[in-house]
């Protein structure tokens, strides 16, 4: 009996009036939590009844604990007949199961009924009284600290990043339930809701279980999605990071007074850092580590059977027309796949997968023996790693094989953050993407969802591999998605293949690592850019030039990565949002048939959505993108894909070229002038987008140091020759033109509407920046003020003569709308930027289209932004010419380090006579993306399909990536950054935001995570102002109930805010619709920095270290 | 392509005082005609018209120019126009009781915000209020609405929030203890200045004073609340008994009765001499319109003496200010009297009574004629 739960129901107010004749409300409340059930006095005749209840006592197994929501009931009471509901709250009671999150939950909630919405508040106080289970069987995790925010958390530090755990749970939908046709649609939508609650809680205690296997205390990443599948069932999946943190020992002055003592009563054992060493500041207590308690579980079973017979098992054996696709995507670095594997060949996999088996016993004593060896192995390569601190070949070698082995031991070496411990993400080589259309059927045993399970195993095998043919060893970044329409399901996967830095992935070396880290000889701001795969062996076509930041590694012409710009990337400039838009058209078909559509259409699509991606990078005159996610949507009769990224301009990476666009028919004359006025405005655009980004890459750099860098379009040319002959034999070409352009065929009025569709999209109005990451680069000022927003667009399609562009226009339209929109609504912000903007589209029926975009606008000081810019311009420039100057210092090391692992030598010769060239100007000099290339590239692609090659899994990837060093350059500007006078936040605020952190303030506790469903249904809509009205309500409900859910736990804030799902559903005939939420963020108490100053002590160094996203702010 | 749904919705939530005002004005937000395309042109048109159709709202945004402004199309203003509206819309219930807004939870809203809220949702539009002041706040009023709006130019939407604040405004407070101007503040969250003016309004709702009268017409609801204000702390149950139920809203009867007594100052005929001969000393050389006032005296004496002993009827009390002009106002103003010689005239007037041994009610007069004097000196202007 492991666990008390205490409720105490105090009192309710604004109720609804439930009595007609009294205008007046008997309200009494029921509180249930599993099967128990207490019931308050009625409180006679008022609207704002004073309950003042005994307290209600549960004593539960903390499974239970960590599964059930407390669900608490407010009824009107009634003599003669049934007492009439008048709404639910449900309230998640993990948060009170860790240490160091909330004591209590105690506050206003509101009385949510799924078909009324919010009907008056009640005032509830909840309490946990948790005791130590030291039973080694346990099923469940309580301890395990959840976050969404894809970083390591403000306030701890990162011990061990253990890796990647996920789980799936199935469900019958109670919406499809037989029942569902005598019972009422609320008893239905709070069977629904119930149930996904229920099952979110099963699912984390399930993570929680593996993270303990691990022997984690945390899991960071945290995403857990639901998949409706109608008829068939409903998943709910979760994917996370498995981590040891540490609590960054912080003045406990300013802590707010929310510890209670009975909290060391709950203090257990398993959130301890398993290793003594590293606990110097961290407030726990070291003697606890004996009590570490492992169950039987699956997770390393499956470990040991998974690499390389798994990757036998990726069912390219399928005995079905579709085999697995690949594709290489001209001059796109991203590795993508899309399969078609039809139900009964993912069986193939279920061995593999296989659920947890409560019966598969092995003692706990030979699985702590196991993994102990594991970690002896995991140690040895570590120390290994300290000798390893030199830049080169070499060393690249070393740290990739030490890496590998530490990360061979994982299934999946996938990390879901999207930010890093400085030190941590050494290269990065490329998107890799994997999708596979899949047709649901029904679920015939919850108990064992072998058949989803093998469906994601197949996935995540493919990515793995997508890595490997990178040369990078793991995918961070990664996220998993779904899109469902009917029966038939699109699997996603997509991350960002790297090299990691083995040392964050093992035990006990991190201290050192930090210290080492300052010495290390790593390039600043540009190693992460350098290629982690072999120049000889390239596993696509692409273009590699010397870093312009350190010139000793190759850096590839573009980079496109899903993870955030690292604290201490060189940017030169401002980033923007990127989207690409596309929509195709689809034949309604059934099963099988439809499936196959789908997957034959998938590859085309995303061929067009990377080529929309770089031509529109190109026309911003940026050469990475960061963030990227692309989205494809299925509906009944067509297909989206909505790409969007920040793109940005990295110092190390070369300036990209123009695009050149080319008729086919020269003779014509009107024609030659449209294209040279299409190609003028393609040139202004560019011009234009640099001065507004300020893109002024240092050119003078080269002269100042003279230079060892050969022009861009002879070396791309070099290296092409080299990439493909792999000859020692420079073939100097000069020549000047189309050729090492990137040249747009107009050919035919589909090539012309493309074009004119990159020159649509608006830049934002001035003093509006946008982008979809973390942090905005070149801006670092931010003041206090933010706004997060939700908005939702459904547009219909008018029926008739729908064609492609039609269809893509209007989506762009849309967009582009949408945007505008934002922007106005805005302006009282400016300057502002929209960080984080997340667009989500859907197709919810036929010539419907969705649009769900979430953001948070965040307001800056203009003028400092301007300083700090220039500043930072100035220092990476001076970085730049520092780190040539290492350069010199150790030519010996390098010609021969180097020399090995180069295919030519970075002779002086050439540089100096590249040299000479230097002097044209940037913006003249042709990208390395050439059009012969291109042209190769895209035949290969296309006859790849044809051949539906199905062993080499190739990806015309291009990336690369940095050591990530805490650049002093970096922290430097944060520190400039103002602390903004706080604006007196009045008792009750409570902020939200999709991002990790709160500028000007400093996150000083994590209260739990926050993960809500909700749903919402009408039979009035036009009543409740049509379909605007009522979702605009039912969202600002939700914001509602999320911000009450934290103000109950003592936050101030949810970081990493997230709408997960907002499907809606409209029968405008029937006056009806329905609408399902969910959301989820990181509950926080947050104190401005102003209000710290007074208490300012000096922070702890290592208060910086853990991926301080531009979230840390100093005082 | 038809936009089916289009929604933002912020955390804090978005206030546009603009949109607010329009709003509050009755302007729809809404199109005239459905209209098929939203999408792309500064001005959305209708194709056989051929003329531009938007909202009324919408309209009167663009002609504010914040299109050049912006560099915003119509359709976003549109947009943009529409969310407020809905959110409007939706925190209407919570204006209707203000402290619901304070306390809600549904709308994130900074507190300088939610007074602005509240303190413009309250406001009214002086053209209106001179219609309804002293009307009873009923249905019967609210059908005359319609006329009021065409005569105010005040559309109809406006005319009925404004109505019905009034009346729930007059509904709360109607049978509550302590101070009038107090409760208004307490239960509706009005500034200082508002929750006087409301007082005003529901005192003459709840007196029914006559101020629709044409030789009313050039009084404003200042002067109007003015005298309301005077009546309040000098004439009702309040002014006597801090504890009385309906104490700021109701006369004292008592009062009104008594009033009768005063009938002798003018009745007396000795009495009336003798106040004039007081006055006409005082004042001697002292008034520019000395002999217009002489001459007036009794007129105007026995006129405000009988508007008191008159107010023991409901009917009489409905016409005091038309009485007060018809009496006093119109006599001075016809000879030309400056202000500042009503003033003298008053002073000297109030004052003298006390110097009449004869007359044994000083304090009723005092209570009577302090109050009325202020009114009067307000009410006499062009």
Redesign the interface.
């Known amino acids: 009996m492991p666990g008390k739960l205490k409720v105490k129901i105090v009192a309710g ?2 109720l609804p009036v439930m009595d007609r004749a009294s205008d007046l409300t008997d309200a009494f409340v029921e509180v249930k939590f599993g099967n128990t059930t207490f019931k308050t006095d009625v409180y006679l005749k008022s609207l704002n009844p004073q309950w003042n209840s005994e307290w209600f006592k549960f004593e539960v197994d903390d499974e239970d604990l960590q599964d059930e929501p407390l669900q608490i009931t407010v009824l009107d009471h009634d003599t003669y007949s049934a007492n009439d509901a008048i709404g639910k709250v449900y309230i998640d009671i993990d948060p009170l199961l860790y240490s160091e999150a909330a004591t209590v939950i105690s506050g ?1 909630f ?1 009385i949510y009924d799924t078909i009324h919405g ?1 009907r008056g ?1 009640i005032n509830v106080v909840v309490k946990v009284d948790l005791f130590n289970d030291l039973n080694r069987f346990r099923q469940s995790s309580c301890g395990v600290k959840f976050f969404c925010t894809t970083s390591i958390p403000k306030c701890y530090r990162a011990v061990i990043i253990h890796g990647f755990v996920e789980e799936l749970v199935v469900n019958e939908d109670p919406e499809y339930q037989w029942i569902d046709r005598i019972r009422t649609p609320r008893a239905s939508n709070e069977a629904r809701q119930r149930l996904i609650s229920l099952m979110s809680g099963e699912l984390q205690r399930k993570i929680g279980l593996k993270v303990l296997e691990m022997r984690g205390n945390a899991v960071v990443g945290y995403l857990q999605c639901f998949d409706l599948e109608g008829e068939s069932g409903l998943v709910v999946r979760a994917i996370g990071t498995a981590c040891t943190l540490d609590k960054l020992s912080s003045p406990a002055a300013f802590l707010p007074a929310c510890n209670s003592p009975s909290k060391e009563m709950k203090e257990i054992p398993f959130n301890e850092d398993p290793n003594p060493n590293t606990h110097s500041s961290g407030p726990s207590t070291p003697l606890k580590n004996q009590t570490y308690s492992f169950s039987p579980s699956k997770s390393y079973s499956r470990q040991s059977s998974s690499s390389d017979t798994d990757l036998s098992l990726t069912p390219k054996t399928a005995p079905y027309p579709q085999g697995a696709r690949i594709y290489l995507c001209p001059s796109s670095p991203s590795l993508s796949c899309g399969s078609l594997h039809l139900k009964k060949s993912c069986l193939l996999l279920s061995e593999s997968s296989l659920p947890p088996h409560p019966s598969s016993l092995v003692s706990p004593v030979l699985r702590k023996s196991v993994s102990f060896s594991e970690e002896l192995f995991l140690a040895a390569s570590g120390m290994g790693s300290g000798s390893a601190g030199k830049e080169g070949g070499p060393f690249k070698a070393l740290l990739r094989q030490q890496t590998q082995s530490a990360l061979e031991q994982r299934e999946f070496p996938f990390f879901t953050l999207t930010a890093f411990p400085p030190g941590f993400l050494v290269h990065v080589g490329g998107v890799v993407s994997a999708r596979s259309v899949k047709l649901l059927d029904r679920i015939h045993n919850p108990d064992e969802p072998e058949t989803r399970d093998a469906w994601w195993a197949e996935i995540r095998q493919e990515i793995k591999s997508h890595a490997k043919a990178l040369g990078c060893h793991a995918v961070v970044g990664y996220s998993e998605s779904t899109s469902i329409c009917e029966e038939v399901c699109i699997l996603s996967a997509s991350g960002t293949a790297a090299v990691l830095n083995p040392r964050f992935l093992q035990d006990g070396t991190v201290e050192g690592c930090l210290e080492q880290r300052l010495e290390e000889n790593l390039p600043a701001g540009c190693g992460f850019c350098h290629i982690p795969y072999d120049e000889l062996n390239m596993p696509f076509p692409a273009h590699l030039t010397y870093c312009y930041n350190c010139r000793k590694q190759k850096v590839p012409d573009v980079l496109f990565t899903t993870i955030d710009l690292p604290m201490d990337a060189a940017v030169i400039g401002k980033g923007c949002l990127i989207q690409a838009r596309l929509c195709r058209l689809k034949k309604k078909a059934q099963a099988e048939a439809n499936a196959t559509a789908i997957s034959n259409l998938l590859p085309f699509m995303e061929y067009e959505v990377h080529t929309q991606l770089m031509n529109k990078l190109k026309l911003k005159g940026m050469n990475a993108l960061f963030g990227l996610r692309i989205q494809i949507s299925v509906g009944e009769n067509m297909l989206m894909g909505l790409a969007s990224a920040t793109g940005v301009y990295l110092a190390a990476l070369p300036t990209p070229g123009g695009i050149q666009i080319a008729g086919k028919t020269p003779n014509d004359g009107s024609y030659e002038q449209h294209i040279s006025h299409m190609q003028k405005k393609i040139n202004d655009t560019i011009a234009k987008n640099k001065e507004l980004y300020e893109i002024n890459p240092p050119e003078i750099s080269e002269e100042i140091i003279g230079s060892p860098i050969p022009e861009p379009r002879q070396r791309s040319r070099l290296l092409r020759s080299q990439s493909e002959s792999s000859d020692e034999v420079t073939e100097l070409d000069l020549s000047h033109g189309k050729k090492d352009a990137f040249v747009l065929e107009i050919d035919d009025t589909d090539a012309m509407e493309d074009v004119h569709s990159l020159l649509t999209d608006v830049p934002p ?1 001035s003093g509006f920046y946008s982008c979809n990451t973390e942090i905005m680069p070149g801006i670092n000022n931010w003041t206090s003020e933010i ?12 029926s008739l003569n729908l064609t492609n562009q039609a269809l893509n226009k ?1 989506f762009n ?2 967009c582009e ?1 949408l945007l ?6 805005l ?1 009282s912000m400016i300057p502002c930027c929209l960080c984080h903007v997340n667009f989500t589209v859907s197709l919810p029926e036929d010539e ?1 289209i ?1 649009v769900t975009v979430t953001a948070v606008a965040i307001t800056f000081d203009k003028n400092q932004a301007l300083q700090t810019t220039k500043t930072h311009a100035e220092k990476s420039l001076q970085r730049a010419s520092t780190d040539n100057e290492e350069l010199l210092q150790f030519p010996l090391e390098l010609c021969s380090d180097a020399l090995p692992s180069h295919p030519f030598p970075p002779a002086k010769e050439h540089l100096e006579s590249a040299s000479s060239n230097s002097g044209i100007p940037a913006a003249q000099r042709a990208t390395s993306v050439d059009y012969s290339s291109f042209a190769d590239r895209c035949s290969s692609w296309i006859e790849l399909i044809k051949l539906k090659a199905q062993t080499i899994r190739r990806g015309s990837i291009k990336t690369t990536v940095t050591v990530e060093k805490a650049s002093p350059v970096g922290e430097g500007n944060f520190r400039n950054r103002s602390s903004p006078p706080c604006a007196n936040s ?1 008792v009750g ?4 935001t999709p991002l990790s952190f709160i500028p000007g303030a400093k996150i000083t506790k994590y209260l739990g995570i926050i993960n809500m469903f909700f749903i919402r249904e009408t039979t009035s809509l036009r009543e409740e ?1 049509g ?3 009522f ?3 039912f ?3 939700v ?2 109930m999320v ?2 859910h934290v103000a109950a736990l003592g936050g101030n804030a949810v970081v990493s805010y997230i709408m997960k799902q907002c499907v ?1 559903m ?1 029968n405008p005939n029937k006056n009806q619709a329905q609408c399902l939420i969910n959301v989820s963020g990181d509950a926080v108490v947050f104190v401005r920095e102003s209000e710290l100053e007074v208490v300012s002590t000096q922070q702890p160094a290592a208060n910086c270290q853990p991926s301080c996203t531009g979230g840390e702010v100093t005082t | ?14 206030i546009d005082e603009d949109v607010y005002r329009l709003w509050l004005d009755g302007y729809s937000g809404l199109w005239g005609t459905v209209c098929g395309c939203r ?2 042109g500064a001005v959305v048109l209708d194709g056989r018209a051929g003329r531009a159709r938007m909202s009324d709202a919408v309209a009167l945004r663009v002609r504010s120019g914040i299109l050049e402004q ?4 119509a ?3 549109q ?2 126009t ?2 407020h509206y ?2 409007f ?2 925190l209407e219930r919570l204006l209707h009781a203000p402290p ?1 807004l304070l ?6 809203i ?2 300088s915000r939610q007074a602005l809220l509240i303190e413009r949702y309250y406001a009214f539009d002086e053209a209106f209020v001179r219609e309804v002041l002293g009307k009873k706040l009923s249905k019967g009023t609210k059908k005359d609405l319609d006329d009021i709006s065409t005569k105010t130019g005040i559309t109809l939407k406006s005319c009925r929030r404004q109505f019905d604040n009034f009346k729930r405004v007059f509904k709360v407070v109607e049978e509550m203890r302590g101070s009038l101007v107090d409760n208004i503040q307490q239960h509706f969250l009005l500034s200082d200045r508002l929750a006087r003016d409301y007082a005003a309004i529901v005192f003459f709702a709840n007196n029914r004073f006559e101020t629709g009268k044409k030789k009313l017409q050039y009084l404003s609801f200042g002067d109007f609340a003015f005298c309301a204000e005077l009546m309040i702390q000098n004439w009702t149950l309040g002014a006597v008994d801090p504890q009385a139920d309906d104490m700021d809203m109701d006369l004292d009867k008592e009062f009104l009765q008594d009033l009768k007594e005063l009938k002798v100052l003018v009745a007396d005929k000795d009495l009336l001499d003798l106040h004039k001969s007081l006055v006409c000393t005082a004042l001697r050389g002292k008034l520019g319109v000395f002999s217009e006032m002489e001459a007036n005296f009794k007129n105007l004496s026995r006129g405000l003496v009988n508007v008191a002993a008159k107010l023991t009827h409901n009917k009489d009390v409905r016409d005091l200010f038309v009485d007060l002009v018809e009496k006093f106002v119109e006599p001075c103003r016809s000879d030309h009297w400056p202000l500042n010689d009503v003033r003298l005239f008053l002073n000297q007037y109030s004052a003298s009574v006390h110097s009449l041994d004869g007359f044994r009610h000083q304090a009723l007069w005092d209570r009577y004629m302090g109050t009325l004097r202020g009114c009067l000196l307000r009410l006499c202007h062009d």
């Open positions: 107010r604004h206003w509101p919010i508040e109005p706004q997060m927003f939700t908005s939702v667009r459904v547009i219909r399609l008018s209007n339209d849309l709308n505008k929109s934002l922007y106005f609504k302006r419907l969705q009045t605020v409570v902020k939200m102002g379909v605007s009205g979702l605009h309500a969202i600002a409900e914001f509602a911000r009450a809606f409209e | 392509m038809t936009s089916e749904l289009d929604i933002f919705v912020g955390n804090t939530t978005l999408f792309g912006t560099g915003a199309t359709a976003v203003l947009s943009d529409m969310d809905r959110t819309q939706m619901k306390h809600q939870l549904i709308f994130q900074p507190p």
